[in-house]
């Protein structure tokens, strides 16, 4: 009798187990409505006061109506300038935000900058030395491809070292790898990255934005 109790307890404590690393392992998935298409980004859990500000702000639509205000192919594209809504084409735009910063949460080398990463946006370190995040305003990688003696020359030239993972993922899939370690990463796309490649694409003025306003109809909450 004790022997099947104890088969049975154990089985229920690996249930629970199993629950519980479901439960640590799931994401907020997040659906971006742009007037270009879909995009789907997942929030990590490692990153919680950016994922938490960014499902307290997308609740509150906070980010209907705001423009994709800074675009630069095989770089990022950029959204989140409170003033933007709205905005003349001939308007400059970058420095909207909420009065409040979210302290950097950068977790690397595990979240680095590969193409497809969501990021937050930041005032500069002479400014900003703690790298503290813009409330509002994030991108979404893009980036280039490199090779493996472009990556050693950078190792050298900045006293770093790649793992093998960002090896594989610079030469493979493309990112900003100057941008790992300055920048809190706190998601990544899912799906819709054509969307996001149409974008860098898209013609802009000499300060990065498009010429033809590219909105944020809407963001919601669908899943985890």
């Known amino acids: 009798m004790k022997k099947y109790v104890s088969i049975f307890l154990l089985g229920c404590f690996l249930a629970l187990q199993g629950t519980n690393v479901c439960a640590q ?11 270009k ?9 490692d ?13 509150a639509h906070q980010y209907d109506g705001l423009l994709f205000h800074r675009v630069i192919k095989q770089f990022m594209i950029q959204a989140g300038d409170i003033n933007s ?15 409040y910063t979210i302290p950097a949460e950068i977790v690397y080398p595990k979240y680095f ?10 005032t500069g ?13 994030f ?12 990556l050693d020359r950078m190792e ?3 006293q770093i070292k790649f793992t093998p993972e960002q090896r594989k993922a610079y030469m493979l899939e493309g990112g900003v790898p100057h941008l790992d370690g300055a920048y809190t990463v706190f998601g990544e796309v899912v799906k819709g990255m054509k969307v996001v490649d149409n974008l860098q694409f898209l013609p802009t003025n000499e300060d990065d934005r498009p010429l033809k306003n590219i909105k944020i109809k809407t963001m919601k909450i669908v899943g985890k």
């Open 139 to 150: 991108y979404i990688v893009t980036g280039k491809f490199f090779t493996g003696r472009e």
């Open 85 to 99: 809504k709205d905005a003349p084409i001939d308007k400059k735009l970058g420095d909207g935000d909420l009065d």
């Open 37 to 45: 298409g879909k995009i789907r980004v997942k929030l990590y859990n």
């Open 113 to 122: 900058h590969k193409r497809g990463q969501l990021c937050a946006a930041r």
């Open 47 to 59: 990153t919680p006061q950016h994922r938490d500000n960014f499902i307290k702000l997308v609740n």
């Open 125 to 137: 370190d002479e400014l900003n030395p703690e790298k503290a995040s813009s409330a509002t305003q």
């Open 25 to 35: 392992e799931s994401e907020t998935l997040v659906e971006i409505v742009t007037s």
């Open 156 to 158: 050298t030239e900045k």
